[in-house]
């Protein structure tokens, strides 16, 4: 063959096959000379586009040598369903799977064999879904050259080695507007660049993908300009971005990194409210393109019944065409007539199951619960049903790009969002830091702490005060809690030297401190915190503040019941003790 599958080929190719024949009847030098001219004729003849060879899908090719669109209602419909899909899905791959999952065949005209120049309704594939998304003849542009040889790649012997796919710049032709087309050239273009996209590395995004992530592709360091890569790690998956520039260029350290948990979360929010405005536009167009694709779908279902129809109908008018006598031809015609009823059948069955799920119009209802959503779009955004990759493609049609900067170690983070339109955002956010030393407030933070303790204040009351004066504890925590502050003040206290200032206890009759219960009874404080988890002793009160100390309350029959239940030797084993020892008196019954 002399072209390839999208019916263009190299021409220094084909003059070598033409010249095949020549060798013997002329020397090479002249063989040289016809080669070049051969060459130069061909690539003017191209120029004018005028050299058609295999039309693709989609086209047939004219009795005037030209490339038309394929007559074939059914045919176009499925072509420019590809395109349709593309804008709603996103990506090839995306296309690819609705085509399979909806079981919607490609129509693919034979080149040769018994069908030959006849349509054949073959499984959808990724390197014609891909052919049909990239080639220029789609937006009416004729190209020669697509695949050229490369000399120093050729092998002897082989005609096909050293082939290669070129960038439209290096086509051999390039004419605009020169054939009939499925979609515009803007549209194509735009294609193009979302493709491009696709394909994760150097510039472009990536395709939304299922992680976590809602930034990937998209989030840039702004301290040296390159796209930060997305980890997960721990058996919880912690996401992390990171800029690994420093390891690239064999520095200490990477330039920068933070939570990525937090970050997508300011992302989202920004852009969640960015949406609040055309909820009832973006419900509009929502139930409409539900309906065109699901028009889609259906128009695909009649052609597919029609087609099977009329090769049906086919069947009987040849089956009725033969003479009875000829019973060897009205076998095989009865047979494909029955076959192809079968098949018309087994379609109008998958049909009837496929109207059970699918409606062409939304209702009332199902309007109404668009349009609540629309005007949701936290609760929307939140669903189940909403995938990650779902949010990922929201965000990149807001936001074309994001730009962080890490102020040195600390917390501090500043936010830069590329809007699609052309603004620039700027929000402040809060990193996760390991260490409160790398905050950007950590000695204001100690010596509040410290003013705070000294002045007598429990670790409940200062937890309060910080986060009225808006301080933020590090990692995952959003508030100040007494387990914090506690944890805080001692290492202050330590590393200041202060002390704190205690507040003498108002103890009132009767009552009686651990340390002083036990000073009086002569028991270790472990012996009464042992009596006090049994209910052997009275708990008065607990005083406030953190892990509050407690009260006791004994009279002097209480301190004798206690002595003798100290002196009483008992262990784990042994009978109960008499409730006379165990049992305490409350003040209330000593009142009365």
């Given amino acids: 063959m ?18 095949l024949g020549l060798r013997g009847i002329m020397n090479e030098a002249e063989l040289h ?57 996103g990506s090839a791959r995306s ?6 999952a909806n079981d919607i065949k490609l129509p693919i005209r034979a080149r ?64 605009r507007d020169h054939c009939p087309a499925y979609i515009s050239e803007e549209r194509y273009r735009r294609n193009q660049h979302r ?29 040296c300009g390159r796209r930060m ?27 920068q990194s933070l939570s990525g948990k937090q970050l997508d979360e300011l992302v989202a929010a920004k852009v969640l409210k960015a949406l609040e405005p055309a909820s009832l536009e973006v419900s509009i167009l929502a139930a409409a393109d539900i309906e065109q694709a699901q028009q889609r779908l259906h128009d695909n279902w009649r052609q597919r019944l029609e087609r099977s129809q009329f090769s049906a109908d086919r069947a009987r008018r040849q089956y009725d065409l033969v003479e009875p006598d000829n019973r060897l031809v009205a076998r095989e015609l009865e047979q494909q007539w029955n076959t192809a009823l079968q098949e018309a059948e087994t379609l109008k069955q998958e049909y009837a199951r496929f109207l059970q799920t699918h409606v062409t119009e939304l209702s009332n209802d199902q309007r109404a619960m668009i349009q609540s959503l629309a005007g949701n779009v936290p609760a929307l955004w939140q669903l189940p049903t909403t995938t990650n990759s779902d949010r990922q493609r929201i965000v990149r049609i807001l936001v074309e790009r994001v730009d962080v900067v890490i102020e040195g170690a600390t917390e501090q983070v500043d936010v830069a969002l590329q809007w699609s339109g052309g603004f620039t955002s700027h929000h402040g956010h809060r990193r996760a830091v390991r260490r409160y030393g790398q905050t950007a407030d950590y000695e204001r ?59 003498p206890i108002q103890l009132k009759p009767r009552e009686w401190t651990v ?35 407690l009260i006791y309350w004994a009279n002097e029959t209480e301190l004798i019941r206690l002595g003798q239940l100290r002196q009483t030797k008992w262990s784990y084993g042994d009978p109960p003790l008499p409730s006379e020892l165990t049992t305490p008196k409350f003040k209330e019954q000593a009142n009365s």
């Fill in 112 to 175: 040769s064999g018994v069908n030959k120049n006849q349509i054949e309704w073959r499984t959808a594939t990724p390197s014609v879904i891909n052919r049909v998304l990239t080639h220029e003849l789609y937006a009416g542009m004729y190209r020669f050259g697509h695949r050229q040889t490369d000399p120093r790649r050729k092998i002897p012997g082989r005609p096909d080695a050293g082939r290669s796919v070129v960038t439209p710049d290096k086509y051999h032709a390039l004419i």
């Fill in 95 to 100: 296309v690819l799977k609705f085509f399979q």
């Fill in 445 to 503: 933070l100690k010596t509040r702490i410290v003013a705070l303790v000294t002045a007598g204040n429990s670790y409940t009351e200062i937890a309060s005060v910080l986060n009225k004066e808006g301080f933020h504890p590090t990692k995952q925590t959003d508030r100040f809690n007494k387990s914090i502050v506690g944890r805080l003040a001692k290492k202050f206290r330590v590393e200041t030297g202060a002390t704190r200032q205690l507040v």
């Fill in 515 to 549: 340390k002083a219960l036990s000073t009086k009874l002569q028991i270790p404080q472990t012996t009464l915190h042992s009596w006090k988890q049994r209910g052997w002793l009275h708990v008065a009160r607990q005083l406030p503040g953190y892990r509050g100390q």
């Fill in 33 to 89: 000379i016809l080669r070049g001219r051969m060459h130069q004729a061909l690539l003017s003849k191209a120029k004018r586009g005028e050299i058609y060879i295999h039309a693709p899908i989609g086209y047939v090719k004219l009795p005037t040598g030209e490339f038309g669109l394929d007559p074939d209602e059914q045919v176009q419909a499925v072509v420019r369903m590809i395109f349709e899909e593309l804008d709603c899905r």
């Fill in 195 to 223: 493709i491009r996209d696709n394909r994760f590395g150097g510039t472009s995004k990536g395709a939304p993908r299922t992680g976590e992530s809602l930034l990937a592709g998209i989030l840039y360091c702004g301290k």
């Fill in 229 to 255: 890569s997305v980890s997960y790690s721990g058996a919880n998956s912690v996401m992390q971005y990171s800029c690994t520039t420093g390891l690239i260029d064999f520095r200490s350290a990477p330039c």
């Fill in 2 to 19: 002399l072209a390839d599958q999208d019916g263009v080929y190299d021409p220094t190719d084909y003059n070598d096959r033409l010249l």
